[in-house]
């Protein structure tokens, strides 16, 4: 490998060196206990997929270049020059990694490898090995969102025929879809897609809210990717928006990576605070719930329902009470499935691994934990509020023949409220 390419590699690395981060490479044990933790090792058995092995990579470089044990006597202290073969191995393991982070919950040291990926992904980018696909989607993002006038006629259009139907459903001639509101005190960020906002406008429908729908989609490829600059551009338009609308609060969609850029990312990524709040959509339902602005039929599901902790919004996100507390106060027989909450299985959807299909056999075959979870429920209804996991799930259903009905949860909302104007209200 030419000196210059090792040099950019060594440059990224050292850059990315913070305390944390020098921390994780100083701190393994190798007691191998995160292999139990990660899905994709649990279902393949493939040594490149377990979570210590995937940051040994990086670990390698990092004593050659950062240790002077490594750079002295190298093979003693398994110390390496990247070459092809490492960064063909480190490219596959990085991008086939969802960043659901639960090697980390199990790691005795928290080792998060969900953080060394990132540098990893960092590194081959500048090493020109980041993945096309995800490199590809991250840029029609950009362009999109840069050509937003381009799209508006179609996403108007889009608007007005949901708007329509809001207001059959809600039975209020009132209901609208509102764009580009100044002064709305919350703007919801949609994903592409009239499912992700019809059930949303219901509900900010009927609970009175003072709301506006951004021009942006919320999904941001530039995370899956592993490019933080081309990250922050993306969720920026949704910021720029924000501030000149000057809302007071910034509403995600039913959707795990997006929420996590909003409310933990991008602060840390532009160095400026969000001059507004972020919450995620079932939040704000839940408050609304609980606080009585809308209103559901106690038990109006009577098949029995579950409910699947998306790694970004559950483990990695905290939230793990509201959508539990929706979704029990519509089902008759709600169960959980086991383990849950932060220890939940991952579905092996996330990281944007279903836009890679170069791993498309090993992504499904990830899946076999999340699939004897539900299996051990007798659910037949799955709510499950990310995109990509239902995207996932959705796979595994028809695989597995799981006979699932996956929905989302502010679906079960919707079909599940007393309208303001209706009879039973
Ligand atoms: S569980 Fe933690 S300490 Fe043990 S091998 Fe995995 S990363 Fe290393
Ligand atoms: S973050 Fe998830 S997919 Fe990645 S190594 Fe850890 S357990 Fe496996």
Redesign the pocket.
């Known amino acids: 490998m030419e000196k210059q390419t090792i040099d950019t590699i060594v440059g990224v690395l050292d850059k990315k060196m913070n305390r944390t981060l020098k921390l994780y490479m100083d701190t393994c044990a190798r007691c191998a206990i ?1 292999k139990d ?5 649990v279902a393949t058995g493939d040594m490149k ?3 210590a092995r ?1 940051a040994e990579l990086v670990r390698e470089i990092y004593r050659k270049y950062f240790t002077k044990t490594g750079q002295f006597v190298p093979a003693l202290y398994e110390a390496r020059d990247p070459d092809e073969n490492l960064l063909e191995e480190l490219a596959d393991a990085t991008y ?9 919950y199990y790691c005795p040291f928290s080792i998060d ?2 953080w060394i ?1 990132a540098a990893s992904k960092a590194i081959l980018i500048a090493a020109g090995r980041g993945n096309e696909m995800l490199g590809q989607l991250a840029d029609a993002a950009l362009f999109k969102g840069d050509n937003v006038e381009m799209f508006k006629d179609a996403l108007m259009s889009g608007f007005t025929d949901v708007e329509a139907e809001v207001r059959e459903i809600t039975g209020n001639p009132d209901a609208s879809i509102p764009v580009d509101k100044e002064g709305a005190e919350i703007l919801y960020v949609a994903l592409a897609g009239a499912h992700s906002y019809k059930s949303a406008a219901v509900i900010f429908s009927e609970a009175g809210a003072d709301w506006t729908i951004s021009l942006f989609e919320a999904a941001n490829y530039g995370f899956f990717y592993g490019d933080t600059e081309k990250a922050r551009l993306i969720a920026k338009r949704v910021v720029d928006e924000a501030v000149r609308l000057g809302v007071k609060e910034v509403v995600l969609p039913e959707c795990g990576h997006a929420y996590r850029v909003m409310e933990m990312f991008y602060a840390a990524w532009s160095g400026e605070e969000l001059p507004f709040k972020v919450r995620h959509i079932l939040e704000v339902i839940d408050e609304y719930m609980k606080s009585g602005r809308i209103k559901v039929r106690a038990g109006a599901i009577t098949e029995r329902v579950t409910y699947h902790d998306p ?1 970004q919004i559950g483990r990695n996100g905290g939230i793990f009470e509201e959508p539990r507390d929706i979704v029990k106060a519509i089902a008759a027989d709600f169960v959980d499935m086991t383990p849950n909450r932060a220890e939940q299985w ?1 579905c092996g959807g ?2 944007g691994i279903v836009a890679m299909e170069e791993y498309d056999k090993m992504r499904v075959a990830s899946g076999d934990p999340k699939v004897a979870q539900l299996r051990a429920t007798g659910a037949t209804v799955l709510a499950c509020p990310c995109e990509n996991c239902r995207l996932q799930i959705n796979e595994l259903n028809k695989v597995h023949d799981l006979g699932l009905e996956i929905v989302q949860v502010m679906d079960l909302v919707a079909d599940a409220m007393v309208m303001k104007g209706s009879a039973a209200s």
């Open positions: 995160c933790a990660c899905h994709q090792y997929y377990l979570p995937r086939a990694c969802t960043g659901c982070r639960r090697c980390m490898t969900g990926v790694c991952c996330g990281g």
